[in-house]
């Protein structure tokens, strides 16, 4: 007979060991699955640092699931003993009319965020690490930062083991189909009964949902490193938040402080697109790096140093870019969550909250609405 669980989670990123950690943490039976053994580098969910912000220029629609996200990755902090967050602040730069100054702003203002907004003068005066363009200015969101997403998932894992999840790496779901109102996953070691399944594969997520044929879009990312070459001091957390510039109208470009490996910065949905996560380019080439260091060297010319490091990646995109979270509209026992379109990890403990909630019939805490079905 099948081994039987309250819930199977498919993948064990960002969102599904945040899933597994609240399931277990309720009592349930859960078997985390996983095809390699998170955390890893062939997904999205790696490269040492991610952005966390509330000052959010991509809508209002998230500004209840992120403030559900820093009183969680504080709950992980103290559960896990682990540090997660830097909060070093973030510059959200642009040109006034830009969408990054306007949304970032009213984003802060509708939830009380402290933030300043600084012409690029001040910018510079504060932080001298950054040389913005005439007529930019920035909107500092002081309550932001930088958050490990490795770390971020060994803790939420660590914590979901410790409350009796079964977790199963190296072994992917081959398929999975309604058994009654149960559901049966089948990999290739053997097949698993759950009351609910929850599906929170990433990229591979249309390997599972052939059938609903979602309008996903995998776009390779890669992120760089630079050593600076000049004012190494000005490029610490203490004097260098994470930033966000949108540098020509709807082009983004991010980066980091030195966090001891170089100054890591990345061009926004800018990348190659491709059929599915395994086709991905997982060698780097010159190009790969060269094309972040000729925006770097506009915006923080001194980090214009050696390159160090690149780091290889993917998106998952929904055609809006933004998230998708809820039951299967075929299977009410089946939840997922997945196309964060590269935006997702600092949500990603609310999301697995979230996800929680749904396949155990509990009030949400986040409001999801925005994020349901809509193709």
């Not at 943490?25 to 053994?37: E, K, P, S």
């Not at 690029?120 to 007529?135: M, N, T, Y």
């Amino acid at each position: 007979m099948p081994e039987t669980f309250d819930t199977i989670v498919v993948g064990l990123g960002a969102d599904g060991s945040a899933a597994a950690y609240h399931l277990a943490r309720r009592g349930q039976r859960v078997l985390g699955l996983d095809r390699y053994a998170p955390p890893h580098t062939l997904g999205a969910t790696h490269g040492g640092s991610r952005i966390i912000r509330k000052a959010y220029f991509e809508g209002q629609q998230y500004l209840s699931l992120l403030e559900r996200a820093y009183v969680l990755w504080r709950d992980l902090e103290a559960a896990s003993g682990c540090v997660l967050l830097n909060l070093c602040g973030c510059l959200n730069i642009g040109l006034p009319e830009s969408q990054i100054v306007k949304e970032s702003q009213q984003s802060a203002e509708a939830i009380g965020v402290p933030y300043a907004r600084l012409p690029a003068a001040a910018v510079q005066r504060r932080f001298p690490a950054f040389h913005l363009e005439d007529g930019h200015v920035a909107v500092f969101d002081t309550e932001a930062g930088l958050i490990s997403p490795e770390n971020g998932v060994r803790a939420h894992l660590e914590q979901a083991r410790r409350y009796g999840a079964r977790l199963h790496f190296d072994e992917p779901a081959l398929r999975w189909q309604p058994d009654g109102d149960d559901v049966a996953v089948t990999t290739a070691q053997a097949t698993y009964r759950a009351g609910r399944l929850i599906l929170t594969a990433g990229g591979w997520i249309n390997d599972l949902l052939a059938d609903l044929r979602l309008p996903l879009q995998i776009e390779r990312v890669t992120n760089a490193w630079f050593r600076p070459k000049a004012n190494a001091a000005h490029f610490h957390p203490s004097r260098c938040p994470v930033y966000i510039w949108e540098y020509d109208p709807d082009l983004y470009f991010y980066g980091f402080p030195d966090l001891g490996d170089g100054v890591k910065a990345g061009i926004h949905y800018e990348g190659a697109l491709v059929d599915h996560p395994d086709a991905v380019e997982r060698a780097v080439s010159e190009t790969d790096h060269e094309a972040a260091r000729v925006v770097l060297r506009r915006l923080l010319p001194d980090a214009d140093g050696p390159f160090a490091n690149t780091a290889v990646c993917f998106y998952t995109n929904t055609p809006d870019k933004h998230y998708l979270i809820d039951h299967h509209p075929d299977h009410p026992q089946v939840a997922l969550a997945s196309a964060c379109s590269g935006h997702g990890f600092k949500a990603s403990n609310a999301i697995g909250e979230a996800l929680a909630d749904l396949v155990t019939e509990q009030d949400l805490k986040v409001d999801i609405d925005a994020f349901r079905w809509r193709w």
